[in-house]
């Protein structure tokens, strides 16, 4: 019933038309923020080793483009890495990646070093869905991650940081995140959530930041 629950519990959205028509248009690709969503499953007995050496070089990374945060997947996922970064556009994010495999000391330091340590990487592109609110440093707390495509029902007592539609990787669907002071927060707004008229499926995950995440 609880993981039932955080599936179904999102915003409104429009899906209908919205990839078909920003595709197409190259106002999107070429003027918007456009953000990529990864995942990183993580073998068991690597994962402190992964930690120590992302606290210690991922500003490598970070020279390039701008990270909007870096979770442990606490629960929806074990052993997962979940991070989004932002890209000024499509062309931003390829001269990065460009940039990226040249970088002598990011590939010997850092990137070199962790492959082994990965058992699977996913990523997918998203684009706003209206108005974000990623920049925010003051904020303490445990986060929540939906993905899923379907009718989804409001949260107006939930604090919404971004609501985004894929632009590329899983088809037809959405993307939440949310900001919670706690997890028993959490958990306590989602039972009050009422999800009646919904039709969303998907998944979603509880995030805990990581010591190097902007997001706290």
């Not at 929806?76 to 932002?86: A, L, P």
Request: charged share 25%.
């Amino acid at each position: 019933m609880f993981s039932r629950r955080i599936i179904r519990s999102a915003p409104s959205f429009k899906l209908n038309g919205f990839i078909k028509k920003n595709i197409h248009q190259s106002s999107v690709r070429h003027n918007s923020k456009v953000y990529e969503l990864r995942v990183y499953q993580i073998k068991p007995e690597s994962v402190k080793p992964f930690m120590e050496l992302s606290k210690e070089w991922l500003h490598l990374r970070t020279q390039h483009s701008v990270l909007i945060g870096y979770w442990t997947s606490e629960i929806g996922g074990i052993n997962d890495m979940v991070h989004i970064w932002e890209y000024d556009s499509l062309d931003h994010r390829a001269k990065v990646r460009q940039a990226l495999a040249s970088d002598a000391s990011w590939i010997a330091n850092y990137f070199g070093k962790i492959l082994p340590m990965m058992t699977r990487q996913e990523n997918s592109l998203l684009v706003p869905n209206g108005e974000v609110n990623l920049n925010q440093q003051d904020l303490k707390g445990v986060y929540e991650l939906e993905v899923f495509n379907g009718k989804t029902v409001d949260r107006p007592d939930d604090k919404l940081l971004g609501s985004f539609t894929g632009l590329i990787g899983p088809l037809n669907t959405a993307c939440n995140l949310w900001f919670h002071k706690s997890v028993d927060d959490m958990v306590d707004s989602l039972k009050k959530v009422n999800t009646k008229g919904s039709t969303a499926t998907g998944h979603s995950r509880l995030l805990m930041p990581t010591p190097w995440s902007p997001l706290k």
